[in-house]
């Protein structure tokens, strides 16, 4: 592989144990240690080692009665799971019965898109105002389905991220390479593009609460899982660009999810992986036993 050994320099690699092996390198120098909180924007990065998140991404399935449906039977199982944040990102239409049913049970609610003004002329797109009055506190930008059939850009993406941040909704955006762009080689180059463009103006301190999601296009829906190995060198390469352009403490802090072809039976290899810090989940997360055993991993 091409790919530099930059990346968290507390990693440690194997299996977790606890939080520890995550804590980041940069904890000596700070005076302060705070609490990670995730829901506000600190005013600086945190310090703290970094909390695995599992996020579903519904995609175009579920009515509102599915999405209630879904959350009956998965809410028992993911009972008191305080080792992982959870986040369920349903289509818009279930946005507000989903908010209803996770209400009480620690399970955080997303958007999987969202436009970035707060009104405007922009037919059938919906603002981060619309979402904020309904209460998510997370939004998906720049998937993979968007750059590639509604033509969003980096650009695009960043204009979404910077209404996101400053709305008090937490983004989860996503950057990978198709396949062609792998088999050429050119990974990394797509990678450090992708980063440095949707991250373009964002300051150390407002890029707090952001949560990065590498997601190979050529592994989503398709069954072919990026190995650990291969995910976790990706995610070492957005972090060393997170440091270049936001600085060490940051990237240390940022949390970066594998998406892909994340099923019950390779989260546990994924999640082992000390550079992978959570997964975003599309086809296994429509079912709530198969998310239940990814979010218990
Ligand atoms: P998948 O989708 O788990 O079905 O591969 C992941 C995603 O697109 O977020």
Request: charged residues 20%; negative net charge; hydrophobic residues 45%.
């Amino acid at each position: 592989m091409d790919l530099p050994s930059v990346g968290n320099p507390g990693a440690g690699g194997g299996i977790r144990e606890g939080f520890s092996p995550r804590q980041v390198s940069s904890v000596s120098m700070v005076t302060i240690p705070r609490a990670p909180v995730l829901y506000n924007h600190p005013e600086e990065p945190s310090t703290m080692p970094r909390k695995p998140l599992i996020a579903a991404n519904w995609k175009m399935y579920k009515t509102p009665a599915q999405a209630q449906e879904f959350f009956k039977s998965f809410l028992p199982l993911v009972a008191n799971h305080e080792r992982d944040e959870i986040v369920v990102c349903p289509s818009f239409t279930s946005i507000s019965v989903v908010v209803a049913a996770a209400t009480g049970s620690g399970v955080a609610v997303g958007a999987q898109n969202m436009h970035f003004a707060d009104e405007g002329a922009y037919t059938g797109e919906i603002s981060p105002l619309m979402l904020k009055a309904i209460g998510p506190t997370h939004v998906i930008l720049g998937h993979s389905e968007r750059r590639q059939y509604f033509a969003e850009t980096d650009e695009l993406i960043n204009k979404k991220l910077k209404a996101a941040l400053s709305h008090q909704l937490i983004p989860i955006v996503c950057v990978g390479e198709v396949l062609a762009e792998r088999e050429a080689g050119k990974t990394n180059e797509v990678l450090v593009r992708q980063t440095r463009g949707v991250l373009a103006g964002i300051t150390a301190a407002e890029a707090v609460p952001i949560i990065i999601a590498y997601e190979p296009v050529w592994a989503i829906g398709t069954g072919k899982t990026a190995t650990s190995q291969i995910a976790a060198e990706a995610h070492a390469v957005i972090r060393g660009e997170v440091a270049k352009v936001l600085g060490q403490p940051t990237a240390d802090a940022v949390r970066i999810l594998y998406g892909g072809s994340v099923k019950p039976d390779n989260a546990a290899s994924l999640m082992a992986e000390e550079e992978i810090d959570g997964a975003l989940v599309g086809g296994a997360s429509l079912d709530p036993q198969s998310f239940a055993k990814i979010v218990n991993y």
